[in-house]
């Protein structure tokens, strides 16, 4: 049974930092993301890690966001940083049962989803 369990959401302000994390259990996949849906927007993928250690993000998080993974305690980070009030949203993190991310930031790809963690920026 496949579990991804996010935590590290909050509230920040403006120009702030945040760390979100994503544990992982019952896979050892290596391609996993983080996506957020917004209030009436779709949901769109923020940035993902593949098991050749390449990664894939949003012009709109480019130089302020950075993803990594701890192989050894299947868990994903995301740091943010530089927040914005347009960040703000429900992230969620998905893992493909796959050693290399396909189509790392289509939502459509991935197998498995977290609950999610509200990131409120102010």
């Known amino acids: 049974h496949v579990q991804l369990v996010e935590s590290g959401g909050g509230s920040v302000q403006a120009g702030g930092s945040l760390i979100l994390s994503c544990a992982a259990t019952g896979t050892s996949t290596h391609c996993m993301a983080w996506f957020r849906q917004a209030p009436g927007k779709e949901r769109e993928g923020v940035e993902a890690?593949?098991?050749?250690?390449?990664?894939s993000y949003a012009d709109s998080v480019k130089g302020r966001f950075t993803i990594s993974q701890d192989n050894a305690k299947s868990t994903v980070y995301l740091q943010m940083n530089s927040l914005k009030p347009e960040d703000t949203a429900m992230y969620y993190c998905a893992a493909q049962e796959t050693t290399y991310c396909i189509g790392p930031l289509n939502l459509s790809r991935y197998n498995y989803w977290g609950q999610g963690t509200q990131v409120t920026v102010s």
């Open positions: 890690t593949s098991g050749d250690g390449r990664t």
